[in-house]
């Protein structure tokens, strides 16, 4: 069994920064990519940031130079540095680790962003 928990998240006002956290347990793997998404009450889940094994990163065009994504695939921890913060950031975020066969997803975490 694998388990991903993620933590960090919380409220902040508009302009501002948090850090969320994700760590695996469990029997361990080797993660091929991992990321995060976030979803809204009504919305699909969207990708928010894209780490592969190679270290090269993708990012939502909305979050693009103030969410930094940084992960290591073989202790299986994922971070995500999210500055600016604006309202529409707001959403339940979650993490994600891709191994060969599948994907394991935390539970989430609440981030509101709110003056």
């Known amino acids: 069994q694998v388990h991903l928990a993620e933590s960090g998240g919380g409220s902040v006002q508009p302009g501002g920064s948090l850090r969320l956290s994700c760590a695996a347990s469990g029997r361990m793997f080797r993660a091929v990519a991992m990321a995060w998404y976030r979803q809204t009450p009504g919305q699909q889940r969207e990708l928010v940031a894209r780490i592969h094994d190679d270290s090269s990163t993708r990012y939502a065009d909305s979050v693009k130079g103030r969410f930094t994504i940084s992960g290591d695939s073989t202790r299986l921890t994922l971070s995500l540095q999210m500055s600016s913060l604006k309202p529409e950031d707001t959403a339940v975020y979650y993490c994600?680790?891709?191994?060969?066969?599948?994907?394991?997803w935390g539970q989430g975490t609440q981030v509101i962003v709110s003056s």
């Open positions: 994600s680790m891709d191994h060969l066969t599948g994907s394991y």
